[in-house]
Nanobody, 117 residues
């Protein structure tokens, strides 16, 4: 059974920080690389950051230097620490395996991040 439950979003001002969390079912957390994606209004979903099972990370250009992805294998949880947030970071953020189609087209409910003054 696939479970992806995101949390931690909210409304913040530009320059502030948020930490997102995602609890995933163990059968996928232990078998796949994990990532955070986002979908901004009127735009396609895009990959934000990836963390591999061995802990290596990679970031999209807009996230590099501001966001940090991490995972707690004991808790089946992946995190996204987002600093220096900008209005253009406003989106619904989702976690999923990478590539997402490895488990079909399943998505959790996501968590809304709004950056506005």
């Amino acid at each position: 059974q696939v479970q992806l439950v995101e949390s931690g979003g909210g409304l913040v001002q530009p320059g502030e920080s948020l930490r997102l969390s995602c609890v995933a079912s163990g059968n996928i957390f232990n078998s796949y690389d994990m990532g955070w994606y986002r979908r901004a209004p009127g735009k396609q979903r895009e990959l934000v950051a990836v963390i591999m099972r061995r802990g290596f990370t990679n970031y999209s250009d807009f996230a590099r230097g501001r966001f940090t992805i991490s995972r707690d294998n004991a808790k089946n949880t992946v995190y996204l620490q987002m600093n220096s947030l900008k209005p253009e970071d406003t989106a619904v953020y989702y976690c999923n395996v990478v590539p997402y189609y490895s488990i079909g087209n399943y998505w959790g409910q996501g968590t809304q991040v709004t950056v506005s003054s």
